[in-house]
């Protein structure tokens, strides 16, 4: 059995995390009526990742809550501009901190030591956000 990299929280935020929320933020912009080119400026991306993103090639590894994705939804509907796109991409990092769902997309990414208590690395909130 191949042993999994150990990443750090940030490094699975950064990697995975991030990509997927972009991905979703740009799918609702999108659905919601923007157009592609006006997105991509919007988030600081090229148009063609918007493509990838709606075919599935890109920002796909993490499959989000439904409860997840209705915060993503509301979020999606206060960006108006770059500064409020950091800031609902940081309001939505911190759900999915504060309510243990970073712990979980973790052990699924990286090589977690035995020994390791979500209590003790500091990725662990002893409230539940959603079960489905």
């Known amino acids: 059995m191949t042993k999994k990299t150990i990443l750090h929280p940030q490094e699975i935020e950064t990697f995975y995390v991030i990509p997927a929320l972009r991905k979703q933020l740009a ?13 991509a400026e919007l988030l ?3 148009s063609a990742t ?10 796909s590894q993490i499959k989000f809550p439904l409860c997840m994705i209705k915060e993503i939804k509301i979020s999606a509907k ?12 940081q309001h939505l990092l911190n759900i999915i901190r504060e309510k243990n769902m970073l ?11 035995q020994n ?3 209590k003790d690395i500091g990725c662990y909130k002893s ?5 489905t």
Not at 50 to 59: N, V
Not at 78 to 89: G, M, N, V
Not at 103 to 113: K, N, Y
């Open 44 to 46: 600081g991306i090229n």
């Open 116 to 118: 390791c208590n979500p």
């Open 103 to 113: 712990c979980l997309i973790h052990q699924q990414f990286s090589d977690i030591p």
């Open 127 to 131: 409230y539940p956000f959603c079960t």
């Open 27 to 39: 799918l609702q912009l999108k659905a919601d009526g923007l157009k592609q080119k006006d997105i």
């Open 50 to 59: 918007i493509s990838q993103y709606r075919s599935q090639k890109r920002g």
């Open 78 to 89: 206060k960006i108006k501009d770059r500064f409020t796109y950091l800031q609902q991409t």
